[in-house]
Structure formats: C-alpha cells, structure tokens
C-alpha cells in the first residue's frame, strides 16, 4: 500500500456544484496534514492545513479522520479557477518526512 | 508577503554540462527541499536539507547531484552532467519547522538537449 493515495481522477464537476476528495494515508502516527493545489506548470502552491478539528476557509473545507487515516477536501459552489490538481500532504515519523500524495485532478466545466 | 525565489526560471543545457540552480528560500526558514517534476508527471522529492547538512534523499538523487548553502541565504541544487532525462521543472521549497506547511518556489524549467 502506498503511504499516500489519493484517486488521481480527472473529476470533471458543473460548475456551481459540489465535489469532494479525499487522500487516505497509511501513517497512523502522522502528525501533520495539509491541502495543496498546483495549476498546470506552476508550483504546487498550499491551500489549507487540516487540524484535527477540521477547518474551513470560506468555499473549503477541510477534514481529518484519524480513525480511517484519510484527509477530506470539500470545495462547495466550485468556480472554474478551482480546476487545478489537489494534492495531499502528511508528515510523518520520527525524522518528519513529508509523503506527497500524486494529486487529483479537478476539472470544471462551464 | 516573504516568497521562495529561484534563478534561472528556464535553463537550457547541452548533455553532459554543469548546472547550478538558485533558491533564495524564506529568510527565518530552516528546512530547505529541493523537487522536481517532469512534465505530466507528479511532483516527486530528492532532498532535504537542514543545519548545513543533507537530512534525507532519494533514490533519484544520485551523486551526480549536489546541494549547497553556501552563504546562509543561497540554496543551490547542482547537478554534474546532465542527461537527457534531468529535464524537468526544479522546484526548490522552505519549512520554517519540521510540522509546518513548505512554501514553493516558482521553479526552474530545466531542459537538457
């Protein structure tokens, strides 16, 4: 299993709608969390952390599922500037490695 | 608002030659990466660096890579020769502590011909 999976998608979402993602990590020990997004060719640019008591930031929100080992990203009333790819963070160990996810890729369509 | 800086943002090299790429990281940061990613491709780790010294690397770093931080602001990834297949974008990032969030440069789009 890899430490960091996420469904590399494309998911392809109307615009105004509602789409979420998740990236589940294999770590029970992980420590830290976080949501980045990358548009085509630039770099991957951090979004928002995930706390354990989960947080949002105006159309986003984001969970932590310690029980399942996964981390959500909900994106509500999705712009077309939000077509980007999602990728996850976990830090974990002993020695702070961080394990990037591959991403997911999220189209939205007019 | 402090940004990872890095130089050149495109740099086109002959196979076999040196090259040296620049990151000025975030000035109080103290965990400094090096990425790369080929195009269409994932985004993948070759090395981590603190207190002057290599924490971690991957396989993909080889000893025909190098990092230095040679003046306590510079942060530089050099790779010997260059092969064909070290053409990708260079994506230098900073930490300001081992739990925080690693902010990225805008990278450097190597291309080896």
């Known amino acids: 299993r890899k430490e960091v999976e996420q469904d590399p998608g494309p998911f392809n979402v109307p615009e105004g709608a509602t789409v979420a993602f998740n990236c589940t990590y294999s770590n029970s020990a992980s420590q830290s969390f976080f949501w980045y997004r990358q548009d085509c060719r630039k770099e991957p640019k951090l979004l928002m952390s995930v706390y354990s008591s989960g947080n949002e930031d105006g159309r986003f929100t984001a969970q932590l599922n310690r029980a399942s080992q996964y981390i959500s990203l909900l994106i509500r009333d999705s712009k077309l500037s939000d077509s980007a790819t999602y990728l996850c963070?976990?830090?974990?160990?002993?020695?702070?490695?961080?394990?990037w996810g591959a991403g997911t890729k999220l189209i939205i369509k007019p | 608002e402090p940004e990872v800086t890095q130089t050149p943002s495109h740099q086109v090299t002959q196979m076999g030659q040196e090259v040296i790429l620049r990151c000025v990281p975030i000035?109080?940061?103290?965990?400094f990466y090096w990425y790369r990613q080929i195009l269409g491709q994932k985004v993948e780790f070759l090395v981590s660096?603190?207190?002057?010294?290599?924490?971690?690397k991957s396989e993909i770093f080889d000893d025909q890579f190098s990092v230095e931080r040679p003046d306590g602001s510079n942060f530089t990834l050099k790779i010997r020769s260059t092969k064909l297949e070290d053409s990708a974008m260079y994506f230098c990032?900073?930490?300001?502590?081992?739990?925080?969030?690693?902010?990225f440069g805008p990278g450097t789009r190597l291309t080896v011909l």
């Open positions: 000035s109080n940061h103290l965990y």
């Open positions: 990032a900073s930490q300001s502590g081992s739990y925080n969030e690693q902010f």
């Open positions: 660096f603190y207190n002057n010294e290599i924490s971690e």
């Open positions: 963070v976990v830090i974990s160990g002993s020695n702070y490695q961080l394990i």
